[in-house]
Every structure is written in structure tokens, then in C-alpha cells.
């Protein structure tokens, strides 16, 4: 009885107003611009498995709300013109990375009879890409003495440790193990992704009352009363200290393990200056290039969704007020239950809370 009350009540939702798929672009395109740009500063380990495990998620929910056949396309489109508004300075290969996704996901989804595979297939072939551009991209810029230094540093150490050990190749071990995270993070995000409409439905049917109650102005007078506390600074925060202790760490090991000959030291300081070269010339003469072709692109396309784009933008701010209320509210929780109940929550109220008329 409450489960067909809850179906009736999406689909009245839906039919009526029309913005299942509009809302969920919006925290889409508020995920890549804000989430990503705040690890992209701080420069968090596998920030592009967790942008990349957002999309996935957006992209299926997208799929399953919609009725148009090129949904997904249009959304992607209208994400990647907002990260260029929103984040002007985010690298070309962030937005192509953006494109890949949207346009594997359509390609998934043409047809929608297995929604669970399509989702699952998404999170392991956009994790995988994230995966091999971040190795091809060293690769082109350090060149393959970044690998053959590290397969000596990692001989040398074993031979410490092991001195009857065979050589073993660490650089393979190093990109297998981060490929391996990528894929576990992608399986993981094709398997949320497939379920969520389930626990969607779930949680309608448990929380009625809350979904129809939710309101952001409280939570808007909470916030703006609350601005006044002061910022960590970032060698405080837990990313900082992470950088920092690495960083230290790494450099009492090159003194421990004096381990590079004198033809060792020439090939690495050959490949400091090819990758000084490289970058140089890629942000001197190719990114600007491609970052004034990619905006010609983004002129062209922003007059056809000038209403879209307005729209979405328009939602950030109370985007932001649901995200940080959510996450205040699952404190109770912890770990995986914690994330769990804040994505569940946060899309659900979202889709079928009136928050854009208060």
C-alpha cells in the first residue's frame, strides 16, 4: 500500500514538474565543479576515482529518470559548459574526461532492459580511463626512466631486505595496484549506481513525511548565522599533513638508499629536464590552443542552453545548503552506513522536494 503510494507520488512528481533529470544534472555538474575542484586543489589521492564514481551514479540515475532517447548527451553538454563558467581554469583533459563519460554512459544506456549491467559496465570502463590517462599522461611528460628509476630504488631496497631476491619490477606492481583501486572503485560505483533507485524507492516509502517537510530556509538561516568560524589552514588539515609526512618521508629515504649511479643521476636529470620541457611547451602553446578551440565549442553551445545552464547554476547555492544539512544529519552513522544514508538521502530529497519554490 505505502510502496504504491510512494510509486504514484514519483511519477506525479515527474509528469508534473519535470526536473527529475534537470536536478540530478545540476548536482552532477555541482559535483565537477565544486567536489572536484576542492580535490583537485588539495590535491587528494584518487580525486578522478571519486569524480569518476559520481558521474557514474548521475549518469545512471539520468538514464533512469529520463524519456528522451540523447538525455544523457544533453546533460553531459550541459555539465561541461557549467565546470567551464563555474571552474575556467580546469584542465582541458577534466572536461574531456567529462565528455568520455557522458558519451560511454548514452552508449550503455541506448537501450535500458538490463539497467544493472549498463551500470556496472559504466564504473568499470570510465574508472579504467581514469586509470590509463593518469599513467599514459606521466608517461608522455617523465618519460620511461620515471619507471626504470623506480624499478632500481625498488631492487635496491629489496636487495636490503632480501639480499637472494630476484629483481622485482616495481613500477608494474605500482600501476597495477592503482589500476586494481580503480577498477574495485568502479565495480563499487556500477553496483551503487544499479541499486539506488531501489533504495530510493525504500526510503520514500519510509520517510514521506520528511521528503514532503524538508524545508532549506532553516537551513539557510543556520548556515548564514554560522559563517563567522575561522578556516583551518591547510597544513593543518588531514590532506596537508597526509602531503606533508610523504614528502618528508620520501626524502629520508633518497639519503638512506644512496642507490643512483652516476649514469642513474644523468638519466634522471634528463628526464627533470624533458618533463620541464614538456610541461613548458603544454601550457605555453598546447593548452591554451585547445582551451580557446574548447571554448568556441562552448560559445556555440551555450546560446542553445543558455536556459539550462542559468537553471542549474541558479540551484548551486541551495545544492551546497542540502549537501552540508545531509552530511550533518547521517552524524549518527559512521563509515560506509554514514555515506550510504547521505547519497540516498541527499538524491532522493532533491528529486522529489519542492526546494526550488521556498
Known sequence: MH???AEENTRHF????LSAV???????AFSEAAFGGVLHAFRIPFSGLFICGAAVIFISLIAHFSERRWEIVRSTLIVVLVKVIISPNTPVNAHFAVLIQGMLGQLLFLTKRFPGTSSL????????????QKVVVLTIVFGFTLWESLDQFGESVMKIFFPHSTGIRISLLIIGIYSAIHMAGGIASGIIAGRLPIWMKKFITENE???????????????????GK??????????????????????????IFPFFGKNTISEVIIMIIRSVLIVFLWFTFAAPYLLKLFRKFVEKKKNIYTTEINNVIILFPRLRY??????????????LKRIKHFVITTITILIFSDIETE
Open 230 to 255: 575561522s578556516k583551518r589552514r591547510w597544513w593543518k588539515r588531514p590532506s596537508g599533513i597526509l602531503i606533508l609526512s610523504f614528502s618528508v618521508i620520501f626524502a629520508l629515504l633518497t639519503y
Open 209 to 227: 513525511k520528511e521528503i514532503n517537510s524538508f524545508s532549506l530556509k532553516e537551513i539557510e538561516e543556520k548556515n548564514n548565522k554560522s559563517k
Open 14 to 17: 515527474i509528469i508534473n514538474n
Open 121 to 132: 559496465l559504466l564504473g568499470i570502463l570510465a574508472s579504467s580511463y581514469s586509470a590509463v
Open 22 to 28: 534537470n536536478r540530478i544534472t545540476a548536482l552532477w
Open 322 to 335: 542540502l549537501v552540508n544539512e545531509n552530511w550533518k544529519r547521517s552524524d549518527s552513522l559512521k563509515g
Open 3 to 5: 510502496q504504491k503510494k
